[in-house]
């Protein structure tokens, strides 16, 4: 355990002298294919999907919406009794500002997962997709556009500017490790709330193939690797009740992000079938120059069914523009689980 904390450190100071900006979210732990391929596979059952929605600065002209959905499955290998495959699928898009510049994105990703003990399980994980950047000029104005006459911009005057292109698509590679460490001692065969505790320390690193993003044809343009290292523990301190802390650091070319979440859950039924849990937390996001807002949270679990609610109560200086309001988030996430009998990949412990 401490060997394995020392390396995902070690991951964490490399490259904590770069800096990154993709999409993101500030429940980014209801996120998982945008944190690592590699937690493809990891969870309590046998299909999850999962959808985020997230409006940002609707107060401002430079609003954002990010919609991120997918899926991901076990695949079983019978004579494999140490380890389990897994694959998924994810659909990203954001759009920001009045040129409506936006980012659509297919990812398809695959995992292995092998059991190192009783309580450890490393996971490798790779993801491939294609992404489509564009933008639009309909609600745009230029210099060349201004009327003297009435102080305005004339659309129907020529723009007078060049744009080799309005969309670019590529390509794009990521691939990331995770450790999940949990008691699996004893097989669980439906899974009855009773063994809650987990611990997930990993790192992703997006972009391998440094794509081109440009809209010219000069390759000047290139994004930046992001690297995603994180904790995500969950501790069962009672019967009903658990404390859990979210941590992720972003670095992307010359940009930085930090994000930290602490929150507890109680559990109102755990019974099979009629689960209830209700949770709160809350978040804050910051880089080295500043802090940037505090999201507290609400979840509600009902039996397969998990959402939650946050809200970005913007700190920096931009909140002169915002009036603190950063945006609100949500998250769903459904589960699909089996009783276990032959196969204890598909038991609903992991």
Known sequence: MKRILYLWLLAFWVVSGLHAQDLHFSQFAYSPSNLNPALTGVFRGNTRLAANVRSQWSAVPVDYLTFSAGGDIKIPKRYDKNGFFAAGMAFN?????????????????????????????????????????????????????????????????????????????????????????????????????????????????????????????????????????YLLANKQAGDIVDVFANLNFQFQGPYREWLAALGGRVYIDRTPGNQLSVALSCGYRFNKEFGDAVFPALEVQVDRIHGSFSYDINLSDFNVATLRRGGPEFTIRYIISRVCFNNKYFCPLL
């Not at 491939?128 to 745009?140: N, V």
């Not at 006459?149 to 995770?178: M, R």
Request: proline share 4%; charged share 20%; with cysteine.
């Open 93 to 229: 898009y954001d759009q920001a500002g009045l040129s409506r510049l936006n980012l659509a994105n297919l990812n398809f990703s695959g995992s292995y997962t092998h059991q190192l003990a009783s309580f450890a399980f490393l996971t490798a994980g790779v993801q491939a997709g294609f992404t489509r950047r564009g933008f639009d000029l309909d609600k745009l104005t230029f210099d060349a556009q201004y009327d003297p006459l009435t102080s305005v911009g004339d659309p129907s005057k020529n723009h007078g500017e060049d744009f080799p292109a309005f969309s670019n698509t590529f390509g794009d590679l990521s691939a990331g490790i995770n450790f999940r460490f949990q008691d699996y001692s004893s097989c669980e065969i439906v899974n009855d709330l009773s063994k809650r505790s987990y611990l997930d320390v990993g790192i992703g690193i997006f972009h391998l193939n440094r794509p081109d993003q440009s809209f010219g044809n000069n390759g000047d343009s290139k994004l930046f690797i992001r690297y995603s290292p």
